[in-house]
């Protein structure tokens, strides 16, 4: 079908660089002594819902903008920067490289240490969040009157399996009059990515759902989106619930799977001010535990643990909360459709921002590992990507929800190569 002959085999072990820092969606604790916790049963982890801000100030200072960055003023190119760090990436790994070095020009490579080889193994999610980082880049720019012109792959396209040290983009910027601003740059700051439970009561309007379409296809040649809300009845949303619940299960049970989560997992202030990156933890009783050393990331929670159990319970009820769901789909997954998929996925969630809707990306059954084979063949089934080579490149919740804190970035001259 659709992915068997591209999977690679069940990998052992983990080769991620990352391994013994931190991530992002899974958040489960293990007690030494055998005791476990949620986390998220803990209290929100990501959600602001009415509560104090958790986020150490410095790690999330990226969403002032780059107006007060150093060189911001002087160097157009950081200020383009500024806001092009501010996509979303897989595990917020941001895995952003940009070399200077060419005057007017903006190099973009991957940093190869930030990639998640388990649960993203042909780094298909790495390539789209490069396209989320491309196309926020180039939104600045029309903000700025410059025309980015942007060579993907410029010496050549990286293989199906792996990535390498060419580089992903050059973006030529040359004023241009004729450059029209993009009214999706007022929505960068205040995009988020939102894992609160959404209302159920409120349906997505069918124009909120055209705005995202509209808004995605944009250089998206060849490719389609699609979309469930409440119109399309119950069954559907229920058939798109049964599989994100069942993919998530996968991801918390696979040992491989959760311990990548835990690598990128940033507990407390103090972790999260270090690393601004991964995926943060700031619930009080989390963090207290933490410090009494009786948090153990060192090893995969057992499958019917309460900290297994807890997670898809907390997670089937943000799915049942969830009033609509959006898919991307190209009719192929060449790395250049990958980066494109990112451009279009990161306008779709822009727009939804303009609308006032929460997006919050379910990556589990899109994932090339043998064990997500069913649910990455039943949700290509669902989304109608049936004929030879088309993907689903993204597929997401989406409704209404209390805001969430913004996710951590690191400094801005963390990215740049002089
Ligand atoms: C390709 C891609 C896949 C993603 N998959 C997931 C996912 O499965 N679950 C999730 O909670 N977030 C997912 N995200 C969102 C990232 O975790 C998020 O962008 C990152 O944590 C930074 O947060 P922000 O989007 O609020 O800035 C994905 C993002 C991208 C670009």
Redesign the pocket.
């Known amino acids: 079908m659709h992915f068997p002959m591209h999977f690679p085999p069940n990998p052992i072990g983990s080769s991620n660089p990352t391994r013994g820092q931190p991530l ?2 899974r958040h489960f604790i293990r007690l030494v002594g055998g005791g476990v916790v949620s986390a998220m049963a803990a209290a929100g982890t990501v959600g602001l819902s009415g509560c104090a801000p958790t986020m150490p100030p410095e790690a999330i200072e990226a969403w002032a903008g780059p107006g007060a960055v150093v060189g911001a003023a002087t160097d157009v190119r950081r200020w383009l920067l500024g806001y092009a760090i ?1 996509a ?5 790994l941001q895995s952003w490289v940009a070399d200077l070095g060419t005057p007017g020009q903006i190099t973009l490579y991957c940093d190869l240490k930030r990639l998640l080889p388990q649960t993203d193994p042909l780094s298909r ?1 790495i390539m ?2 490069h396209g ?1 980082f491309l196309e926020l880049l180039d939104i600045a720019a029309r903000e700025r009157g410059l025309r980015a012109d942007i060579e993907l792959f410029p010496q050549g396209r990286f293989g199906p399996a792996t990535l390498d040290t060419r580089p992903v983009a050059t973006v030529r910027l040359t004023p241009d009059s004729s450059v029209a601003k993009d009214p999706l740059f007022a929505q960068i700051l205040r995009r ?2 939102n ?1 609160n439970s959404y209302d159920l009561a409120r349906p997505v309007p069918a124009a909120a759902w055209d705005a995202m379409a509209g808004a995605a296809a944009v250089g998206l040649q060849g490719a389609r989106v699609g979309f469930a809300g409440v119109e399309q009845g119950a069954s559907v949303l229920a058939a798109h619930r049964r599989i994100a619940r069942d993919a998530w299960r996968i991801e918390l049970t696979v040992p491989r799977t959760i311990m990548e989560s835990f690598d990128v997992l940033r507990v407390g202030q103090s972790e999260i001010a270090t690393h601004r990156d991964g ?1 943060s933890l700031t619930a009080p009783m989390v963090v207290a535990m933490d410090r009494l050393g009786l948090f153990d990331r060192s090893q995969a929670p057992a499958p019917d643990s309460y900290a297994t159990t807890s997670q898809i319970k907390a997670f089937d009820a943000k799915l049942e909360s969830t009033p609509g769901f959006w898919w991307l789909v190209t009719p192929g997954n060449d790395r250049v459709t990958q980066v494109n998929a ?1 451009r279009a ?1 990161v306008r779709a969630q822009l727009a939804a921002t303009a609308q006032g809707l929460a997006m ?5 059954a899109l994932q090339e590992y043998v064990e997500q084979q069913q649910t990455y063949a039943d949700i290509h089934t669902l989304a109608g990507a049936t004929a030879p080579g088309e993907t689903v490149q ?1 597929w997401a919740r989406v409704g209404y929800a209390a805001a969430v804190e ?2 951590p970035r690191r400094r801005l001259q963390d990215f740049i190569r002089a």
């Open positions: 992002q969606r501010l979303p990436h897989s595990h917020n999610q789209m969040s989320t988020h990515t894992r995926v990112g996925y919050h990306p379910l990556s589990q993204m913004p996710a």
